[in-house]
């Protein structure tokens, strides 16, 4: 199957955008739609039909900005580079795109996919001291294989399934996710205001808090492989359980951090933002931690999930606890004072037993997840490649 080689430039016109002065009310709010990279970047899917600002005639005349017809594919060339998003209908755009009109040889959803597999490759090309930018220069000259429009269409199917996959797995997991909360809503209601008017107990009452802290880097000693040292970047929420840390402790730094066990809650309680705090995990092995954060290893009188789950639910309870600093910072004193809800320990086993059930079957699609984005990166490699 022959495969032209050619340029960017000569498969598609590229077209800058611009902005009107944001100070003239005439210039906006009229029937020409103007996207931005914003836009772009808070779209589920690959075409956009509507954005947040518009244009009047009179916006447009101003600008250098010009009205892309439906079915070109807008690419942020700036702020960030690599968004990419194919028009429904006619578009301006602003001056952070290098968008494409394709020609006629040149299918807009291939050209879609090719720009969205080959971001880094682009971003690379990028030039500027404040910010990076990709120049319509540059992105003209970018070499690019051209198969034929059969091979274009059938190559953009591919990709949009496995894409598809994709999506399916993640929206998956987001329904599961508000399912066990709904769950914990039903059985306990809102943490926040306590409407069932539950037993409370502070969390020095349900378990050990622990503090964090790090052996001094001045001895290269306390670092090594006995046992991982995690941070909060390894406390994601979504995931339920501590990702892997990438830096450990020593047998010696193990003497000098602080540990705690399998079964404990790690909670980021110093955060570069006020937004980061409150997020939890649940260790599924020993470790050690630094101090931006706070463990709690449950007792007798909390089920684990049970506890866990509320941190999930009733994030504000901790947050609200929070300096008003800009970072963002709970002590251990503050932390070990908030109140949780305490109901009779049956109800806890019950809905731990569930949430136990909805972790497995979270852990179990986010591997599939994985297993569709690997998919979907040898799909987009060999396409190109003309492999497929």
Not at 141 to 147: E, S
Not at 235 to 250: K, M, P, V, W
Not at 268 to 295: E, K, L, M, Y
Request: charged share 25%.
């Amino acid at each position: 199957m022959k495969w032209t080689q050619t340029t960017l430039g000569d498969v598609a016109e590229i077209v800058s955008g611009a902005t009107p002065k944001s100070d003239v009310e005439e210039y906006w709010d009229g029937p020409v739609a103007w996207a931005t990279p914003t836009d772009l970047s808070q779209l589920n899917g690959k075409y956009i039909g509507k954005t947040a600002r518009t244009l009047s005639q009179a916006g447009l005349s101003s600008c250098s900005s010009r009205v892309l017809p439906a079915n070109s594919v807008l690419f942020s060339s700036r702020a960030p580079i690599g968004l990419v998003a194919i028009n429904t209908v006619p578009m301006a755009t602003n001056q952070g795109f290098k968008s494409f009109i394709p020609k006629r040889e040149l299918n807009p959803d291939y050209l879609f996919w090719w720009l969205r597999c080959h971001r880094e490759q682009l971003e690379d090309l990028g030039n500027g001291a404040t910010f990076k930018e990709v120049s319509k220069a540059v992105v003209s000259r970018v070499p690019f294989l051209l198969p034929s429009i059969e091979e274009q269409v059938r190559i953009a199917g591919i990709l949009d399934k496995a894409d598809g996959i994709r999506n399916k797995r993640e929206q998956a997991i987001g329904l599961v996710d508000e399912f066990a909360k709904s769950v914990f809503l039903e059985m306990f209601g809102d943490p926040t205001i306590n409407e069932k008017d539950l037993p409370k107990k502070k969390l020095r009452d349900l378990g050990k808090i622990v503090t964090g802290n790090t052996p001094p880097r001045s001895d290269a000693s306390n670092f090594g492989n006995a046992i991982e040292w995690i941070k909060s970047d390894n406390i994601n929420t979504d995931e339920h359980f501590l990702t892997r840390a990438t830096e450990g402790l020593s047998e010696e730094g193990k003497n000098r951090g602080r540990i705690v066990p399998k079964g404990s809650i790690l909670v980021t309680c110093i955060a570069g933002s006020p937004a980061s705090i409150g997020r939890a995990a649940i260790a599924d092995r020993d470790v050690a931690f630094n101090q931006q954060i706070n463990a709690i290893i449950p007792n007798e009188r909390v089920n684990l999930y049970f506890l866990y789950a509320q941190f999930l639910v009733g994030k504000s309870l901790v947050l609200k606890s929070s300096t008003n600093s800009m970072k963002g910072m709970i002590s251990k004193g503050t932390f070990q004072e908030i109140e949780f809800l305490c109901p009779d320990r049956k109800d806890q086993e019950r809905f731990g037993k569930l949430f136990q059930k909805h972790m497995e079957t979270t852990r179990s699609l986010r591997q599939d997840h994985i297993c569709a984005n690997a998919l979907f990166g040898t799909l987009s490699q060999r396409a190109f490649r003309g492999e497929l």
